[in-house]
């Protein structure tokens, strides 16, 4: 189980991209954050994998806060596996040289020095393998298309071995048939291995069909909560409206 305590984010500049929120993530869950472009989907994001702390409230995993010391937050990142929009790939590295990078955090600083042992490479073959590209392993990165470059990003983030996936907008940047098909590998992987996915989308049609759970973002708040299957019209424009009042789940 992951929680939300009132997290709410102002930045130094004053901009609240977060007011308080609270809402908790039951192990296991493919949850999707909708929204427009700065609902406070990113910056939620960022503050449920510690890369930010949030001015207020407490991110809460199974040990308790993350942020109640730097060890405890070491450990939740190396648990939490992330998808970028943008792939975040090296792109003069094979597919397998990359997908091997989501071993480094299991090793010591020291450790990573040297190369890694072979079981992480096996693991990293393993990865690729269920995304349908092992026979893409040897090929550079900026080789790939978007499609399998963001296939690439997922097969990495599992190699992590993670209970909980974060993805930003993970396929914002491809057409609509290859995002459909790379948000099902995500999905399906998820699904075999038990672990809680946290996924922001604007597609609407891949929210439905995907989502065990919806939670619609506006302004910072939380507009919407229920599952799929609720996302009326007039959900809809609650979530999609410039100021929108928080609405219970239907």
């Known amino acids: 189980m992951l929680q939300l305590c009132d997290v709410a984010m102002t930045y130094p500049n004053g901009t609240k991209a977060v007011m308080p929120i609270s809402f908790s993530v039951p192990k296991g869950q493919f949850l999707v954050l909708l929204g427009p472009s700065g609902a406070g989907k990113s910056t939620l994001l960022r ?31 190396k648990r939490t596996g992330m998808i970028f929009q943008q792939h975040h790939l090296i792109g003069r590295l094979t597919a397998l040289q990359n997908v091997m990078l989501g071993r480094i955090s299991a090793h010591s600083t020291l450790r990573t020095l040297l190369p890694l042992p072979m079981a992480d490479r096996l693991l990293a073959l393993q990865s690729l393998e269920r995304v349908r590209l092992l026979d893409r392993a040897l090929d550079r990165a900026d080789e790939l298309s978007g499609g399998q470059q963001q296939r690439i990003g997922i097969a990495r983030a599992m190699a992590q071995q993670p209970q909980l996936i974060l993805a930003d907008e993970p396929v914002a940047s491809l057409d609509p048939a290859t995002g459909e098909k790379v948000l099902a590998d995500l999905h399906r992987i998820c699904r075999e291995d038990g672990i809680t996915a946290i996924v922001s989308l604007h597609q609407i049609e891949l929210a439905r069909r995907f989502a065990d759970r919806v939670i619609g973002l506006a302004g910072g708040r939380i507009v919407f909560e229920g599952n799929a299957s609720q996302l009326s019209p007039t959900v809809l424009d609650h979530i999609y409206a410039t100021a929108s009042p928080r609405i219970a789940a239907a």
């Not at 930010?52 to 409230?57: K, V, Y």
């Not at 407490?58 to 942020?67: A, L, M, P």
């Open 47 to 77: 503050c449920l994998n510690g890369l930010i702390r949030p001015t207020q409230g407490d991110v809460i995993n199974g040990q308790g806060s993350i942020f109640r010391a730097s060890r405890t937050l070491r450990e939740h990142r």
